[in-house]
């Protein structure tokens, strides 16, 4: 009997099926492969795309029909309107009187009793010397007090509110220079130069802020200013100057990193403002007080090198009201090692610790010059000694 060898037909069919389905699974598989390349992998671009130093550029896709391009563009800066400088205090002292004047008052309170005794006086000197007054200008007071008492009473609240007035004016001394030496001048050779001002200052006390605020003042009453942030050791100084240069389109000239020399900041600033005619050049420095002699050095070091382009025109201290006694520390140290022109002090608002203007005039022998009486960007105000009084006096 002979046995046949030809495949069966239903099997070669299973292994044809079988065979076919594993052609299209390779198949899908090599297409899902080679577009997930193509995705991950944009084409390489040949040597002659690329040129050395060159920018590759990013390619951008074109919206296609109903899609809205997105604005790649950096949304402009608004530059602000600074309120003007003058009558600044004027406006403010109505926040220095709502926030409850608290020297003024305390004073006004004891001196409106019937009958003065000797612990009504007490009581006022201890007001006094707590407000900062200091104890040479306190004796002061209370001898020109007692004396106007005696000869003409204090019954009437009026009277007795006029004569605190006049006596406090007396003492913050009306008479002192207190504008700012910001008029541009010549060099030796007659060639225009920008006034420079140099701030200096303890960290903590708001000096970054306040060379800030006063490029504000500055720009409103009309001056072209150039922002030095000559404060390299501290990070973010130059960042926040910069920030609030930008917003009343004042350039700050800065480091391009951490640590650099700050004399070499503060000339380039010199320069660049003489350079392109600005009128003022304000140059904020790092607030270290570790010791006097790394003070000296440094501060001294900026002087040399900023006068070999344009003369100081004022070197502003900024202190912090609320400080008393450290502050009016401080104060002396920096007047040692620089030639303090003027005072800036700030956190004047809400405070009991205004009489720390008239002892800081008496112990460095220079004028406050400007007052900070808030957080806001136009808080800080040319001094006016009697705007100032009638604030603590809650006129």
Do not use: C, Y
């Amino acid at each position: 009997m002979l046995t046949s060898n030809a495949p069966d037909p239903l099997v070669l069919l299973v292994v044809a099926v079988a065979l076919l389905l594993a052609g299209v699974l390779v198949a899908v598989q090599l297409v899902r492969s080679g577009r997930r390349r193509s995705a991950e992998q944009p084409p390489t671009p040949s040597d002659e795309d690329v040129r050395p130093d060159a920018e590759v550029a990013v390619p951008v896709d074109e919206p296609t029909e109903g899609e809205v391009a997105e604005d790649t563009e950096p949304e402009p800066v608004v530059r602000e309107t600074p309120a003007p400088s003058a009558g600044r205090l004027v406006r403010l002292r109505e926040r220095l009187a709502r926030s409850g004047s608290p020297l003024g008052a305390r004073i006004l309170g004891v001196l409106s009793r019937d009958h003065l005794s000797e612990a009504d006086w007490d009581e006022l000197e201890e007001t006094l010397l707590l407000a900062d007054v200091g104890a040479g200008p306190t004796a002061e007071l209370l001898d020109a007090l007692r004396t106007r008492a005696r000869v003409a009473g204090l019954d009437d609240p009026a009277a007795t509110r006029a004569v605190l007035r006049e006596q406090l004016v007396s003492l913050l001394d009306p008479s002192l220079d207190r504008s700012l030496a910001v008029t541009p001048g010549t060099d030796d050779a007659g060639q225009p130069v920008p006034a420079v001002v140099l701030v200096v200052g303890v960290n903590g006390t708001g000096k970054t802020t306040t060379v800030g605020k006063l490029a504000r003042v500055l720009v409103a009453d009309g001056r072209s200013v150039v922002l030095g942030a000559a404060d390299t050791f501290r990070a973010a100084a130059a960042e926040q100057l910069a920030t609030w240069g930008s917003r009343v389109g004042v350039a700050t000239v800065r480091a391009d990193r951490e640590g650099a020399d700050p004399a070499s900041v503060a000339f380039d600033a010199v320069r660049t403002g003489r350079r392109e005619g600005t009128d003022v050049v304000l140059i904020d420095t790092a607030g270290r007080l570790q010791n006097k002699a790394g003070l000296m050095d440094e501060l001294g070091k900026i002087t040399r090198v900023v006068t070999r382009e344009a003369p100081l025109s004022e070197v502003l201290l900024v202190l912090d009201a609320t400080t008393g006694q450290n502050g009016l520390s401080q104060a002396r140290v920096f007047a040692q090692v620089a030639a303090v022109t003027g005072i800036v002090l700030t956190k004047l608002d809400g405070t009991a610790k205004g009489g720390i203007v008239v002892q800081v005039q008496r112990e460095l022998g220079v004028p406050v010059k400007l007052v900070g009486l808030g957080e806001g960007p136009d808080d800080l105000a040319p001094f006016d000694v009697e705007a100032f009084v009638d604030g603590l006096l809650g006129a």
